[in-house]
């Protein structure tokens, strides 16, 4: 019961700053582009890999931190629900090089943030 607890908390804290990052890049972007939810990906991947790879090198939080933080606050300011319905939208809308330049930057920048946050840890840590 203590793990379910802990994500739902996580959950709520990452909702609502998901909700407050999307909030000011539409208001500073927006909302032509699927900029927020390109942003709150980007963002919630770098801090799983600088998360992740802390938690493997140098911290051993209980499994209810470690669940709070990677499946509620993390799993709920980052989407792929949101991306997907980005993606649908900018096709029904026949903007086929926004959906390709989209699809192909979230891929690429998600994953490279991830990488980037572990390689940060591992120059901290080593």
Do not use: H
């Not at 942003?39 to 919630?44: A, P, Q, Y």
């Amino acid at each position: 019961m203590n793990l379910i607890i802990a994500v739902a908390v996580g959950g709520a804290i990452g909702a609502v700053g998901r909700y407050l990052v999307s909030g000011i890049v539409i208001q500073q972007m927006g909302t032509q582009f699927p900029w927020s939810t390109l942003t709150v990906n980007i963002v919630g991947s770098l801090l799983m890999g600088i998360l992740a790879e802390t938690m493997k090198l140098t911290w051993s939080p209980t499994p209810e931190i470690k669940a709070m933080l990677t499946v509620g606050i993390l799993g709920a300011f980052t989407t792929f629900s949101a991306f997907s319905l980005d993606v649908v939208g900018l096709f029904e809308r026949g903007e086929f090089v926004s959906l390709v330049s989209y699809t192909l930057l979230s891929f690429i920048s998600c994953v490279f943030a991830l990488v980037f946050g572990v390689l940060v840890v591992r120059m901290i840590f080593s």
